[in-house]
Structure formats: C-alpha cells, structure tokens
C-alpha cells in the first residue's frame, strides 16, 4: 500500500488600476494699458548782441554819417580857435609901440607847433552788449478726469479644474488550493 498527498496552493490574484488625479489650471493675468504720456516743449534760443561800435569809432572806424558830424564839430571848433588865435595876434600887435617884438614870438610859435597826443590804437570805450534770455514753454497734456491717472488695469484670477479618479483594487482567486489523497494498493 502506497499512500500518495498532493497538494496545490491556493493563489490569489491582484488586479489593481492606478488611481488619477489631472489637475488643469488657467494662468492669473493682469491686463495693464497705459496711454502714452505727452509733453509740449517749445523752446526760444538766448539772444546776445554785442556792439564793438563805440571802440572801433574810437579809433577811427566810424559810420560815414557819424564821421560827418564829427568832422563838423571838429571843423567849427577849428574856425572858432583860429578866429580866436587871429584876435590874440591882433591884439598882441596892436601893442607893438610898447615895445617887444610880436611878429618874432608869433613867428616863432607858429614855427614851432605844440603837438597833442591823442590817445594810441586801444580805445576806452567797452564793448556793449544786450542779451535776452531763453524762453522755455512747458504744457502739459490736458486731464480730462483727474481719478484717471494714465493708465487701466483689469484682473483676470486664474481657474483650476480637479478631475480625479479613484484607483481601484480587485482581489480574487487565480487557484484554488487542493488537497489530493491516493491510495494506490
């Protein structure tokens, strides 16, 4: 007598589906527009004049009507002061019988002339200048709403979308377990 035991082990099978979790979201935005800021600017330059007149006709370069009347007046002082030189000799001969000799000392000035000094090449007189200044006009861009400053801005939140799927287990029996007995005689 023979006695023979088998014997299969009972398995069990898993069957298992992941879970998902799917997340979607939208960005936050924040829309900005803005006006372009303007400004006006008008700007006059500086002005300066200057006038090296007075210098320059003092020596000697003159405006042919300004040299004119100069000459007049140089030319009537002149005739007044040989008038007067011509009385003075008149006088001075006049007194001839008291004795002296004028017509020698008259002679002999008039030999030899005084000579004036008039100035050099520098004149005296300055330069003269006028100036104006620079004007400068700022405007401004009008405001029509003075809450307004410029510029809009707009808030767009962000969205956010869960889909979620539940994992799942599944457990069952891929073998059954077994127990064999035989007796063989």
Same mark, same amino acid.
Do not use: C
């Given at each position: 007598?023979?006695?023979?035991?088998?014997?299969k082990?009972?398995?069990?099978? =898993?069957?298992?589906?992941?879970?998902?979790?799917?997340?979607?979201?939208?960005?936050?935005?924040?829309?900005?527009?803005?006006?372009v800021?303007r400004?006006? =600017?008008?700007?006059?330059?500086?002005?300066?004049?200057i006038?090296?007149?007075e210098?320059?006709a003092?020596?000697?370069?003159?405006?042919?009507?300004?040299?004119?009347?100069?000459?007049?007046?140089?030319?009537?002082?002149?005739?007044?002061?040989?008038?007067?030189?011509?009385?003075?000799?008149?006088?001075?001969?006049?007194?001839?019988?008291?004795?002296?000799?004028?017509?020698?000392?008259?002679?002999?000035?008039?030999?030899?002339?005084?000579?004036?000094?008039?100035?050099?090449?520098?004149?005296?007189?300055?330069?003269?200048?006028?100036?104006?200044?620079?004007? =400068?006009?700022?405007?401004?861009?009008?405001?029509?709403?003075?809450?307004h400053?410029?510029?809009?801005?707009?808030?767009i939140?962000?969205?956010?979308?869960?889909?979620?799927?539940?994992?799942?287990?599944?457990?069952?029996?891929?073998?059954?377990?077994?127990?064999?007995?035989?007796?063989?005689?």
């Open positions: 007598m023979h006695l023979e035991i088998s014997t082990l009972g398995l069990i099978g =898993i069957k298992t589906t992941p879970g998902e979790l799917n997340i979607e979201k939208t960005q936050a935005r924040l829309e900005v527009k803005q006006e800021g400004i006006s =600017i008008k700007t006059e330059k500086p002005k300066l004049k006038s090296q007149y210098p320059m003092q020596m000697g370069y003159k405006k042919a009507s300004d040299a004119a009347v100069e000459l007049a007046q140089i030319g009537k002082q002149k005739a007044l002061e040989y008038i007067a030189a011509k009385a003075e000799e008149g006088r001075r001969l006049q007194t001839i019988e008291k004795g002296g000799n004028p017509i020698r000392e008259i002679a002999i000035e008039k030999a030899w002339r005084k000579k004036e000094r008039q100035g050099g090449f520098t004149p005296f007189a300055r330069v003269s200048y006028d100036s104006e200044p620079a004007k =400068i006009t700022i405007t401004p861009p009008e405001v029509k709403n003075a809450a400053t410029g510029y809009e801005a707009e808030f939140p962000g969205a956010i979308k869960i889909n979620y799927r539940r994992g799942q287990v599944s457990i069952y029996m891929r073998q059954y377990p077994e127990v064999k007995i035989d007796i063989i005689l």
